[in-house]
């Protein structure tokens, strides 16, 4: 019998897409044959935007990129424009950024935790990791004031000291963190048929992540040990105990699973750094117009998502001449039309889902 | 900080295969069009410096050129590697794509394709815009890109 291949286009607006994605598939039958990711839809033209802003202006845009971990975002930023300009950070500050940004991880694995159940057909595990995200977001509005656009990192600091309310609640939190975590392995990671959905789903081989720049959970999941946290550790993150999750088989299972255990380690970095945390100034030596030496710099932090890169250009003025965004989110997801060959239309969703993006990132 | 560079006999080694390259003194690699493709094959391949992981991919424009920046890690053993290109021709910015070495390479190039207006020799199918709509005009990440809107336009 002779068959034709036929197209089918998911998106923009379809749930699974998490914001305003689309995909053209060439489907034979429900296999796909080719699929052919369209990002853009969100463009904003940060990196344009930014040459028109001074280095403090440009960080509320960050921000907006992967608004799930924006503190995480605000920090890749800060660091390129320190690394420039050879800026201490002082130690507590460097501790409440540790601090905060591990926070910010945790609210973003709860996302795209219940967000995967969501997409896999389990709704019910959205309610309970958006309830307990709200623990999170209370604990960074009382630092920052903001519930997901922060804006809470400097250029060689923080811009408040953490509250004397933040310590006792934020050890609350974290003492209630693992029964949360439980509860989603029990709900989610234990469940049959969210197994059969993704267990040996889009395996993605080690080769072909590390060739593809795939980095984060989605990296660690084919059992590649490459966290920037660890592998090159910056800030303060060679002082704390701390063990890198990792998957065995590259499959969609495997992605999912390791932020949950990411989560518990999270737990332990800020329980160390909330212990070690001194006393002192959260602003370096800064002056008050930031005017950069004429050069460029590139700095890289472990982002919820994976390397989250920012290269910043400088003329010497008070305004970024160039500024370059890595986003692991972006890059991610470059490599879903092969990944997505020969499964099935709902494996689609589940590897989709598996990656973990964020539009605000990925366009940018 | 930790020094994570490739050890310096490896850079010699490299400007000794390679001489049109110029190895800076912050350890940056400015490296010829024409080497390029040779130059990331020799890195990527030799077990000794293992340049696997195509991190970042970008580009600037500067008044006489513009520049494609690729930082590289190797996942192997550590090392950080960034690699620059300077592209004299603004009028026609060509380069190698580096789509043959690293799938990573694909999307990063389509993008500094769309917005700085740099062509990919190689480019499996002519790199094609990706964030911005196929009708659009101009490549916006240019310094002589006429914008609207802006606070002091």
């Known amino acids: 019998m002779k068959t034709e291949t036929y197209t089918l286009n998911l998106g923009p607006q379809h749930p699974s897409t998490h914001g305003v994605f689309r995909i053209v598939l060439e489907l034979d039958g429900e296999t796909v044959v080719k699929a052919t990711p369209v990002p853009g839809y969100l463009h904003r033209g940060i990196e344009k935007l930014a040459e028109a802003r001074t280095y403090t202006q440009v960080i509320p845009y960050t921000d907006r990129m992967d608004y799930m971990a924006a503190m995480l975002m605000n920090w890749g930023y800060v660091a390129a424009v320190e690394k420039l300009m050879g800026i201490e950070v002082p130690e507590r500050a460097e501790y409440v950024r540790v601090i905060v940004g591990e926070l910010s991880r945790i609210a973003s694995h709860m996302i795209a935790t219940g967000a995967y159940g969501g997409d896999i057909g389990a709704l019910t595990a959205f309610t309970y990791t958006f309830r307990d995200r709200e623990y999170v977001l209370d604990l960074l509005e009382m630092v920052s004031g903001s519930r997901m656009t922060f804006s809470y990192f400097r250029i060689g600091g923080v811009v408040a000291d953490l509250p004397e309310e933040f310590f006792p609640a934020v050890r609350k939190f974290l003492n209630d963190l693992p029964a949360m975590c439980d509860e989603y392995d029990g709900l989610i990671t234990g469940n049959e048929i969210f197994q059969a959905r993704t267990k040996q789903v889009g395996i993605i081989t080690p080769e072909m992540g590390i060739n593809y720049s795939l980095s984060g959970p989605t990296l660690r999941g084919s059992g590649v040990n490459y966290d920037l946290r660890k592998v090159r550790p910056y800030s303060i993150y060679d002082r704390f105990d701390f063990d890198v999750p990792l998957g065995q088989n590259g499959d969609c299972f495997d992605r999912f699973r390791i932020r949950i255990d990411e989560m518990r380690q999270c737990k332990r970095i800020i329980e160390q750094a909330l212990d070690q945390i001194p006393e002192g100034p959260i602003m370096g030596k800064v002056p008050k117009v930031i005017k950069p030496p004429v050069g460029d710099a590139y700095a890289e932090v472990e982002s919820s998502k994976g390397v989250y890169g920012c290269y910043v250009v400088s003329d010497g003025s008070p305004k970024p001449y160039r500024v370059h965004f890595r986003r692991p989110s972006y890059i991610n997801l470059g490599y879903l039309g092969k990944l997505c060959e020969g499964w099935k239309i709902a494996d689609v969703i589940a590897i989709l889902g598996s990656i973990d993006i964020v539009l605000g990132e990925v366009d940018c | ?153």
């Open chain 2, 1 to 153: 900080m930790a020094d994570y560079n490739i050890p310096v006999e490896l850079m010699e080694a490299l400007k000794s295969k390679f001489s049109g390259i110029e190895i800076l003194e912050n350890h940056e690699v400015i490296v010829p069009a024409a080497d390029l493709i040779a130059f990331m094959t020799e890195i990527k391949e030799n077990p000794d410096t293992a340049m696997d992981f195509l991190s970042n991919l970008t580009a600037a424009d500067y008044n006489d050129r513009l520049e494609t920046v690729y930082n590289l890690v190797s996942v192997t053993h550590g090392y950080t590697l960034t690699v620059k290109v300077k592209l004299e021709d603004k009028e026609n910015p060509q380069v190698p794509s580096l789509c043959p070495l690293w799938g990573g390479a694909s999307w990063q190039e389509r993008e500094t394709y769309d917005l700085m207006g740099i062509v990919f020799t190689g480019f499996p199918g002519h790199p094609t815009r990706i964030l911005l709509d196929e009708n659009f005009k101009g490549h916006p990440l240019r310094k002589d890109y006429q914008w609207e809107g802006g606070r002091e336009a």
